[in-house]
């Protein structure tokens, strides 16, 4: 990596093992991934707005992210349309055919098994949620979850999808809870681990009582962010999360630990305590990666800005 260049972020992408990256496409449309631990993170935001981060591809074509071909300005969300219609998933939200009806380039990954999960992020906060069956781990690490029960196994895509439409209408937990919040969360008083196992135990009996009754309900236990907790509970936090809500600035982000989006830093100043950097809305953002930025924190209120 240069001193100095640009690329469009795309945010922490993650495996099935809780390792993580910075995932950045460059002007040439390539897609590089810097590791998140040991990668000192300096950058600057000088252009206001958001870009389109491209589709993805699933079938026999070209696999992985590819950049949008027409590099294009988004009001919401991550894609533009075409980007969208290319991709395949605008279709898979709205279907209620077989699956054979799905575009090509998703069918396949649609009809691999799913599970159907309850995850808990703190404070109170659970939902409901879908996770392919190669990308069980993964999908949860991405989420941000702390920890979780998967309550039963499906099929398919569609399948799962229903029932995670009759658990959330029965049960009332919600599909979907903003990154910005699941960061929050963290920076106010945190409960034992364990009080977190018993309440996302209670959270995912009372989703599976929802369930179908011809539906086999599963109980399996997910941990991975046992020790991300543990870190940030020990090392402890500024009260206030950082947040990229500026069209211009500089940042410094020296990871010790991540979970979703939310990424745990150390204090530039010096201070032993974690500065927590949610990077939603940094997400789409072109930024200008320069090795020589340094912060000028201000650890009473954040430690970046």
């Not at 949008?68 to 969208?84: F, L, M």
């Not at 209408?169 to 929050?184: C, D, H, I």
């Amino acid at each position: 990596m240069s001193a100095t260049s640009t690329a469009l972020y795309c945010g922490t992408r993650w495996d099935e093992q809780g390792r993580w990256c910075y995932e950045l496409i460059r002007a040439d449309g390539s897609t590089e991934l810097l590791p998140g631990i040991g990668t000192r993170l300096a950058f600057r935001v000088s252009e206001p707005g958001r870009f389109c981060l491209g589709y993805h591809g699933f079938g026999g074509g070209r696999r992985g992210r590819q950049a949008c071909p027409r590099r294009a300005r988004v009001d919401s969300g991550k894609q533009c349309a075409q980007c969208r219609i290319t991709e395949g998933w605008s279709a898979v939200h709205s279907h209620r055919g077989p699956l054979t009806a799905l575009p090509e380039q998703v069918r396949d990954y649609v009809a691999q098994p799913h599970h159907l999960y309850v995850a808990y992020f703190g404070d109170g906060m659970a939902k409901v949620g879908t996770a392919s069956a190669s990308r069980r781990q993964r999908r949860l690490f991405e989420q941000g979850a702390l920890v979780a029960r998967f309550i039963t196994d499906s099929p398919d895509g569609l399948h799962v999808r229903e029932l995670e439409r009759v658990v959330s209408e029965r049960a009332g937990l919600r599909q979907a809870v903003a990154g910005v919040t699941k960061t929050r969360i963290l920076t106010k008083p945190l409960r034992p681990w364990s009080a977190l196992e018993a309440a996302v135990a209670d959270a995912a009996e009372h989703a599976a009582g929802a369930l179908p009754a011809d539906i086999t309900r599963t109980d399996t236990v997910w941990s991975g962010g046992r020790d991300f907790y543990a870190t940030i509970l020990a090392r402890g936090r500024f009260p206030d999360a950082t947040e990229f809500t500026e069209d211009s600035g500089e940042y410094v982000l020296d990871a010790v630990t991540a979970h979703g989006h939310t990424i745990a830093c150390v204090d530039e100043a010096g201070a032993g305590e974690l500065v927590l950097v949610n990077d939603t809305r940094l997400i789409g953002r072109r930024i200008e990666l320069d090795a020589a930025i340094t912060a000028a924190p201000r650890p009473a209120q954040t430690s970046l800005f």
